[in-house]
């Protein structure tokens, strides 16, 4: 059964809401300008030091002055909407469902799910994005949350729209040792537009010199070219790295090696620019209504399925009530394709300023095709943004413990009979790392035996490529990281990560020792996309074809988007003999 986008069951408490909310709106927005006129960000500070403006603090005393006299107007009209607008949420679901027709749903942009083969490749998204109402969003060293709202969903959508090339070259060259900057591919094709993925099949895996197979559209003057690194795959595929024309670069790909110079097992990148054919976007902490809306209208003519506004506010349930819920989860999950069945879980042990918000976890049900025997392929999305102060390991812990109940659960509820299982994802801000002494309890939590965490080599141990995704807030602006092109390069070089993303936290009252000998500094990753075999079905296959640092929001938040595309196959013979 389809969802209904409305998350109130009739238009009358509906109405009710957009009355009690309009009432609310403007003191809640004085409010908000009020507090922002005392706050400036280090790139505000740094412009009016160049500006030599003096007129600073005065203009500061008379924003004081007009916005609380503007909250003081409207507050009797936001109490009146308060009274409404609280006993409302308790027939309110938890998530508002908008949907728009795309070429997905016409046929015609179907490129993830191939019926005829049974097999695809997905490719899902996590990002921070700090979109808080403008006073909070500050104090991260942030400002103009809708205007960065918009910005970043120009980016996404521009990025995401670009056509997606592959090209299969057989060639020895790989297969005798030598790296790709010995190949001809180091050099970009300036003609050709999107993402360009090259895969050299070595005749010595089987190859016969002959196969090319393109995905997209070349012949574009754009002057934007990528050759992304692929891994070793079943096919005898081997890893080739990104190459940028000096113009629009997706990024440039870093072989993964592990001893001996042998490719890893996982292909990677870190990117200026999202990846092409996104069909996943999981966004924490897009608190703001309005930054909210901003985002679904401009990312809606790709993703034609968007989850928003998800999470209870007020009092209710009675389960999650820990504290008075003023914002909602800030969970933002938009897809390609459409969604069976979802649902929210608030967790209810959150504590200090965290608990003001219902943070949670999001599940989705996917439909993403139909096999050969016209039976429905599904997926599972699971977004979630765990608790955040550095020092509440054991409430993180426990919320883990909860999600991972609440994914069984929910998965036992919903899975049908005859259904293809072909993903099951879980990605978020977890706020804990897997270097950080403080953060052990967490490392150690058994969420990391069923899912699979393509940069962790071990509990307290990251493999040598992985990259820190905080970043550290005060130098957001510094030159170094305030493009996504500089930003690239940054994450690329060992010393500068240092300077810009976030080192490790010690215990309490311990000197912190990182990176240990031989080892390169990572800093602290707290974005996960995890993913996990163990309940597909039994003849689903997957494969990790690449992982992504995306600097693209340089500027614009801070944290680094990370990205995972799965390959997935079914094995045709397992479908027969279930027959």
Request: negative net charge; proline residues 6%; charged residues 20%.
């Amino acid at each position: 059964m389809a969802l209904r986008e409305s998350p109130f069951p009739n238009g009358l408490a509906q109405g009710l809401h957009a009355v009690a909310w309009g009432l609310i709106l403007p003191c809640f927005w004085a409010l908000d300008r009020l507090i922002a006129a005392c706050r400036s960000t280090t790139l505000e500070r740094a412009q009016r030091a160049e500006m030599e403006c003096y007129l600073h603090p005065l203009k500061v005393v008379f924003s004081v002055i007009l916005f609380l006299v503007l909250f003081l107007i409207f507050a009797p009209f936001a109490l009146l909407g308060f009274l409404v607008w609280v006993p409302l949420q308790r027939i309110r679901r938890p998530f508002s469902y908008y949907r728009r027709k795309t070429e997905v749903e016409d046929g015609e942009g179907r490129s993830g799910w191939l019926q005829r083969d049974d097999r695809g490749t997905f490719m899902f998204v996590t990002a921070n994005l700090c979109l808080l109402p403008d006073s909070l969003a500050r104090f991260n060293n942030l400002a103009n949350t809708e205007l960065r709202a918009a910005i970043i969903g120009r980016r996404i959508l521009q990025a995401v729209s670009r056509p997606r090339i592959r090209i299969v070259v057989d060639s020895p060259i790989i297969s005798h040792g030598l790296g790709p900057s010995d190949t001809l591919l180091s050099q970009p094709t300036p003609s050709c537009y999107g993402a360009v993925d090259v895969q050299m099949q070595s005749p010595l895996a089987g190859g016969t010199g002959e196969d090319v197979a393109l995905d997209g559209i070349s012949g574009s003057n754009s002057g934007e070219a990528a050759v992304t690194m692929l891994g070793e795959n079943v096919d005898g595929f081997h890893s080739l790295t990104d190459m940028d024309n000096g113009n629009q670069a997706e990024g440039h790909a870093k072989p993964a090696l592990q001893a001996g110079g042998l490719p890893s097992d996982v292909p990677w990148e870190v990117s200026a620019w999202f990846p092409a054919h996104v069909d996943f976007l999981c966004l924490e902490e897009v608190f703001d209504k309005q930054a909210a809306a901003k985002l679904s209208e401009t990312l809606s003519p790709v993703f034609g399925h968007i989850l928003s506004d998800v999470g209870v506010y007020a009092c209710w349930p009675p389960g999650c009530c820990t504290a008075f819920k003023f914002f909602n989860s800030g969970l933002f999950l938009a897809s390609r394709y459409p969604f069976l069945e979802a649902q929210y879980f608030c967790f209810p042990n959150g504590r200090g300023e965290d608990a003001l918000a219902a943070k949670g976890l999001l599940i989705a049900k996917v439909l993403i095709g139909q096999n050969q025997r016209q039976k429905n392929v599904v997926g599972y999305v699971n977004c979630t943004h765990l608790h955040a102060p550095e020092g509440d390991g054991t409430i993180r812990y426990e919320q883990m413990d909860m999600l991972t109940a609440w994914i069984r659960e929910f998965q036992a509820k919903t899975r049908q009979a005859g259904e293809e299982v072909a993903f099951d994802i879980l990605c978020g801000d977890f706020n804990f790392d897997n270097c950080s002494p403080n953060d052990a309890l967490e490392q150690k939590h058994s969420v990391f035996d069923d899912y699979r965490d393509p940069c962790r080599a071990g509990p307290g141990k990251e493999k040598p490529w992985a990259i820190g995704t905080l970043l550290e807030q005060p130098t957001l602006y510094d030159d170094e990281v305030r493009t996504p092109e500089n930003l690239q390069k940054t994450l690329e070089w060992e010393e500068l990560r240092r300077q810009y993303v976030a080192a490790p936290v010690p215990l309490d009252g311990c000197t912190l020792v990182y990176p240990e000998s031989g080892c390169p500094w990572v800093g602290r990753r707290i974005d996960y996309i995890l993913y996990r075999e163990s309940t597909l079905s039994r003849h689903c296959h997957t494969e990790v074809e690449e992982y992504s640092f995306v600097t693209h929001l340089a500027g614009l938040t801070d944290h680094i988007p990370v990205g995972l595309r799965l390959n997935v196959t079914l094995n045709q013979a397992d479908n027969c003999c279930q027959e």
